[in-house]
């Protein structure tokens, strides 16, 4: 860089008051060359840097009278998509027929577009013999005229219209000085007004020689002026080197390693960070880390190519726009938005907590129409004699206002959406809703409303709802925002393909690996190489793409003029392989050794480390211990810091322990509060002394501790109802069939009754259908038919089973909507029962018969054995609730029965008969029962069978204990006492 601003200050001080004009490529350039201008404390007067468009523009605007505005890229690639698709549905298109057409064919096609334009070609005089074939050139030619045809309808210019406008009142312009860049990227049309404009005798700045790599041919315009050879020239004909580089390398486990070495490098060197530049090869790979671990340690950085917009909270809020979209409005993915604080609400609105809640026990799903529906009902059902009511109804209230509004805005779930109201509705939550709490946020939500407002007035067709949603990703996920030059008093971070005109001391070039680096050199499908040839020798050839990106780097290097390092990662984590250096590393260390022979054995010889040399973040003190050789224990200062942590491994080592503790489920409880027999207000049901009996441990994280896993309903293409609505379906299907029957005092019969419990079941499946929409039509018949063959087996039993049994009452209550629970009387006290039982049958010799319908499969029930370790008690407990809360007398209930009339199940019954053994031995399990309650000892299940479907699985972790340790633990003789009954 010396010697190229030292010509460029004798250029300005030889002509001082003349204007002078550097051509760059980009005005990043411009502010490179000119920082670099201004650090050797030069000045000058009237230096400006241009590209070649901001030439035309001001040709342009000079001889035209009006300002231009150029045809941006996003307006550009939509305006493709449009056009390609109705070339498409005309059936215009032969060779590209068989494509699908996206967004990243559409910015493909676009891309060829402007290739071709800015070579000089139109519809009229495009050279269809350059093609391979002609169904191509046909099809390129129709797009050609198309995409022409739209700017002039849009009243819409492209850079190939304001080069072509420019060039027809361009002259040479000897009043102005003009320097070029070297090694110009320019375009034919580009090249073609330079010609128009530059005097002869234009100056050319120099950048240092680079040996051993032949470029490919450039015209005079955009070729290199060689200047001065540096130490780093010679990286590939090291038999000329002059001079010691100061080159240095380095390989690191992985890239997160290779990022935080050079940051130890940079802190040890004591050098300010605007003394340093970190090059990268990939994008993708290392600004993310850079990003993550300057924000932790707080070290200012500036990144040329910008950082992804979903780094910021309104980018994220829009990927999780479109996850609710796609998921027809899933509760879920809208409580991902609301739990990762992408939304800001007002005053009035339910506490994130409280809304998760709401919108889970209103069990809404997905769909935009159940949200309005649940919250409109639940609204009507409140009770205004509930102390909460008011707060309540202001809750219900304010979550169906605010869902109406947002609902207004966004699209209906459908097959085909309408793209602009998917947009605007989005930048409508982006202006309302969206949270901002940093610059990089307001940047963002800044970027996202101008990307969307630019391709609203050409945004009015209906799609394909997946063609939106991928659209509406490729305009705005796409996007990067805070692009910067270096700054004073930042580190830099960019491409090494932005580094040509770097003046910074120290320089670092990160991914040498040759996944990376050189770059895939395929061929463009679109525009193969054989094409280009043909179409124009100033075209770029892709077969040339590898030794370009080689050369960019080696002149990079060589334009640096002090400390360069060279690293790269030899462990891909993602792929799971071994990474190897590409070949300018090995150059490299060939150059820095002197040892010309070198091969890549040597490489590998390099010192590396799996953990971090300095301690960045706490990520890297933890890996240090894992590293070290020696077992480190923690002190309990380090515990202390992390109180989590010591809570942690306190539980492990009880929980690893023989002895049974409270982290196991031993614990001191309220017994007034929790004791059902002392405490006069706790009801239980057969349902909690089952799942006591069943497992303890999982009663405690219920009960008493009132752990309660999270149920929702979620959209699931090819099932409707899950088990508990099926099953609540059947029963209601069931109950109001025999309470008509009830009224015409009949007994089912199938040949006289199955239309009627077909017709019941029909309307009943409708009103569900309105309430819970089915994912299609064929799932919703598939399980209304599995419904109805349901109805017919329980129709044909129960036309068999009234042979001999009366139902007299259905779904009877106790216990529950205010009605006096059930009392059980055990040695030791009264235990109060709530529950449903769903019918009540009596025998043709007066007992009673009491059926529990299970719509499931049989699994888990068998004829012989009453109540299986405890696990089945509800039979007996009913029987006994009914007796005393009917006061019927005892042995009333002569028997109970589960009874499955499913297709699975096929009407098979399995019966307990209640007498006097069974209940004797029912009330010893219960005595036994609410000794666990009070001992407070809640051990784990001793059958593993029992966590099959259990919803504790997470909180339980039983599979974490050593099989000989659990069961010392498991040492309950109350509940080995249960278990001995079968």
């Known amino acids: 860089m010396e010697s190229l601003v030292n010509e460029l200050n004798e250029i300005c001080m030889r002509d001082p008051f003349r204007e002078k004009i550097v051509i760059v490529d980009s005005h990043t350039i411009g502010e490179q060359i000119n920082e670099a201008f201004i650090k050797k404390d030069f000045q000058a007067v009237n230096l400006k840097y241009r590209t070649v468009l901001d030439l035309a523009k001001s040709i342009v605007e000079l001889n035209a009278g009006q300002p231009t505005e150029l045809l941006d890229q996003t307006v550009g690639v939509h305006i493709t998509y449009t056009l390609l698709k109705r070339l498409k549905e005309q059936g215009a298109l032969h060779y590209f027929s068989g494509m699908e057409i996206t967004p990243s064919f559409s910015h493909a096609i676009y891309s060829a577009i402007q290739t071709l334009r800015l070579t000089g070609y139109t519809k009229e005089n495009l050279n269809a013999n350059a093609f391979v074939a002609p169904d191509k050139a046909a099809d390129m030619a129709e797009i050609l ?162 950082l992804p917009i979903s780094f910021s909270r309104p980018g994220r809020l829009v990927s999780g726009l479109l996850e609710w979209i796609q998921s027809n409005y899933s509760v879920q993915a809208f409580l991902d938005l609301l739990n990762e604080g992408l939304l800001e609400l007002d005053d009035e609105a339910p506490s994130k907590t409280r809304m998760a809640r709401i919108l ?97 007035p050409f945004a009015e067709e209906a799609l394909p709802k997946y063609d939106v949603i991928e659209k509406v990703k490729d305009l705005l996920l796409s996007l990067r925002v805070q692009q910067s030059r270096s700054k004073p008093g930042h580190l830099h971070v960019t491409s090494y393909k932005k580094g040509i005109y770097n003046n910074r001391k120290n320089v670092f070039f990160v991914g040498l690996d040759n996944k990376k680096f050189p770059g895939n050199a395929g061929e463009d499908p679109l525009l193969l190489d054989l094409e280009r040839r043909k179409l124009s020798s100033s075209l770029p050839l892709r077969s040339e793409k590898g030794q370009i990106n080689l050369y960019t780097l080696l002149q990079v290097m060589a334009q640096s003029a002090g400390t360069v390092t060279v690293s790269y990662c030899h462990f891909d984590i993602n792929d799971n392989r071994v990474m190897n250096p590409a070949f300018v590393v090995l150059q490299c260390y060939r150059l820095m050794t002197g040892d ?167 309307s009943l499946v409708e009103q569900q259908k309105e309430v819970l929409p089915p994912p299609n039509e064929r799932i919703f018949l598939r399980e209304m ?58 025998s043709s010799d007066g007992t009673y018969h009491i059926i529990d319908y299970k719509t499931g499969s049989t699994y888990g029930y068998k004829k012989n054995g009453a109540f299986k370790g405890g696990r089945q008690l509800q039979h007996m407990i009913y029987a006994l609730a009914i007796e005393q809360h009917l006061q019927l007398g005892e042995g009333a209930v002569e028997e109970s029965s589960y009874y499955f009339p499913t297709v699975k199940g096929m009407a098979e019954r399995f019966t307990r008969k209640q007498d006097a053994t069974l209940r004797t031995n029912g009330l010893d399990i219960l005595e036994k029962l609410i000794d666990v309650i009070k001992h407070g000892h809640f051990e784990m299940t001793d059958d593993i069978e029992d966590c099959k479907y259990c919803e504790f699985k997470l909180v339980c972790r039983r599979h974490f204990y050593n099989q000989d340790t659990l069961e010392m633990k498991q040492s309950n003789q109350k509940l080995k006492g249960v278990r001995a009954y079968d």
């Open 785 to 842: 038919n599995d419904i109805l063959e349901c109805c017919k087996i329980f129709l044909k039993e129960e036309e068999r089973h009234s042979e001999e049994y009366e139902a007299i009452d259905f779904e009877y209550s106790f216990g529950i909507g205010g009605k006096e629970p059930a009392v059980i009387k055990l040695p030791s006290g009264e235990l109060r029962i709530s529950g449903i039982i769903d019918r009540v049958d009596r």
């Open 596 to 762: 010309q022979t070198a091969d890549f054995k040597a490489l590998k010889l390099l010192p590396t480390s799996i953990i971090a040399g300095d301690i960045l973040d706490d990520k890297d003190y933890w890996n240090e211990k894992l590293a070290d050789n020696q077992p480190a224990k923690l002190t309990k200062g380090i515990l202390g810091h992390f109180a989590n942590l010591e809570h942690g491994v306190e539980a492990e080592i009880r929980r690893n322990s023989s002895g049974f503790s409270e982290f196991d489920g031993l614990v001191q409880i309220d017994t007034n509060e929790d004791d059902p027999l002392l405490n006069q207000k706790k009801k239980m049901s057969a349902g909690k002394l089952e799942t006591l009996a069943k497992c303890p441990y999982s009663y405690f994280l219920k009960e008493v501790l009132r752990v309660k896993p999270i149920e929702e309903i979620s959209f699931n293409a090819n099932k409707w109802l899950n088990p508990a609505l099926r099953g609540s379906l059947l029963h209601s299907i069931f109950e109001n069939f025999y309470k008509q029957l009830k009224k015409e005092n009949a007994k089912p019969s199938y040949a006289l009754h199955l239309d009627k419990l077909i017709a019941l079941a029909t």
């Open 360 to 456: 889970r026990d209103l069990q809404i799903g997905w769909s935009e129409e159940r949200y309005g529906a649940c919250l409109v009902a639940e609204i009507e059902n409140l009770n205004s004699e509930d102390p909460y009511y008011e707060t309540r109804l202001k809750e219900f209230s304010w979550l169906k206002q605010w869902f109406s509004s947002i609902f207004k805005k966004l699209p209906a779930f459908d097959l085909t959406i309408n793209y602009k109201k998917c947009l605007t509705g989005i930048a409508y939550i982006l202006k309302n809703f969206s949270k901002t709490s940093s610059g990089l946020d307001e940047i963002s939500k800044t970027a996202l409303l101008e990307g969307i407002e630019k391709i609203i």
């Open 145 to 306: 005229a198309g995409y022409e045809e739209l700017l002039q309808a849009n009243t819409l210019i492209d850079r190939a219209d304001l080069l072509t406008q420019a060039m027809e009142y361009a002259l040479i312009d000897e009043k102005k000085l003009f320097i070029l860049q070297s090694n110009l990227q320019l375009s034919q049309l580009e090249e073609q007004l330079l010609e128009k404009i530059l005097p002869e005798n234009t100056a050319k700045l120099p950048l240092a020689l680079v040996f051993g790599i032949d470029l490919p041919e450039r015209t005079s315009l955009s070729s290199v002026r060689w200047g001065e050879p540096a130490p780093l020239s010679y990286l590939y004909q090291q038999d000329q080197v002059g001079g010691k580089p100061d080159l240095h390398i380095f390989t690191a486990k992985t890239e997160e390693l290779e990022v935080k070495q050079i940051l130890e490098q940079i802190k040890k060197s004591k050098s300010s960070l605007d003394e340093n530049v970190i090059y990268y090869t990939s994008a993708d790979s290392y600004v993310t880390l850079f990003y993550h671990l300057s924000q932790r340690i707080d070290i200012p950085v500036t990144y040329g190519e910008g």
